[in-house]
T-cell receptor, first 114, second 113 residues
Framework: GENVEQHPSTLSVQEGDSAVIKCTYS??????FPWYKQELGKGPQLIID?????GEKKDQRIAVTLNKTAKHFSLHITETQPEDSAVYFC?????????????FGQGTELSVKP | EAQVTQNPRYLITVTGKKLTVTCSQN?????MSWYRQDPGLGLRQIYY???????DKGDVPEGYKVSRKEKRNFPLILESPSPNQTSLYFC????????????FGEGSRLTVL
């Protein structure tokens, strides 16, 4: 089955700097890669996702890149702000809309210092 | 307001005392799932359901039961809780045949003594 590894487990940056979180996956059949943000005391929320037919996707200050050959994908946050502080989870799955299991990484706790 | 509602949010119980964590969604989603979150292990799927009366095991189903008698509800049952089931539990739902976005509840923190 799919296995997702996420690094780093904690990340501290200064406000305004960029942050990068990396994930690798094992199942070459995986074709859907979402990223979730979990604020303190809340459930995770989808912030961006990418499908295997696309190499990069951007949404304002966040972007995700996918390298299918190397089986890794990354989340990039530019111009970080204190409200970006949260736990971020990557995930991967094949055949998602046919009941495929969404496998999550271990999570990255991002701290943005003012 | 579109939401996934879990109850209770916090619970302390003792080993062996059966408990149920309820989950309800108001978005008419077919797909519902339970996850547990433990430090350093991320979110691990316990059970999921593609539709009414259809449930399947996730990665860590031991010690848990679920049922899906109605589309909106997906309760998680711990028949005989043990201390290793102390965790933060999340219910989630999705219109899986559309965007696939998972909508999570606020979480239920369970402590088994």
């Amino acid at each position: 089955g799919e296995n997702v590894e996420q690094h780093p487990s904690t990340l501290s940056v200064q406000e305004g700097d960029s942050a990068v979180i990396k994930c690798t996956y094992s199942d070459s059949a995986s074709n859907y890669f979402p990223w979730y943000k979990q604020e303190l005391g809340k459930g995770p929320q989808l912030i961006i996702d990418i499908r295997s037919n696309v190499g990069e996707k951007k949404d304002q200050r966040i972007a995700v890149t996918l390298n299918k050959t190397a089986k890794h994908f990354s989340l990039h946050i530019t111009e970080t702000q204190p409200e970006d502080s949260a736990v971020y989870f990557c995930a991967a799955t094949p055949l998602y809309n046919q009941g495929g299991k969404l496998i999550f990484g271990q999570g990255t706790e991002l701290s943005v210092k003012p | 307001e579109a939401q996934v509602t879990q109850n209770p949010r916090y619970l302390i119980t003792v080993t062996g005392k059966k408990l149920t964590v309820t989950c309800s969604q108001n978005m008419n989603h077919e797909y519902m799932s339970w996850y547990r979150q433990d430090p350093g292990l991320g979110l691990r799927q316990i059970y999921y359901s593609m539709n009414v009366e259809v449930t399947d095991k996730g990665d860590v189903p031991e010690g848990y039961k679920v049922s899906r008698k109605e589309k909106r509800n997906f309760p998680l049952i711990l028949e005989s809780p043990s201390p290793n089931q102390t965790s933060l539990y999340f219910c989630a739902s999705s219109n899986i045949r559309s965007t696939g976005e998972l909508f999570f509840g606020e979480g239920s923190r369970l402590t088994v003594l």
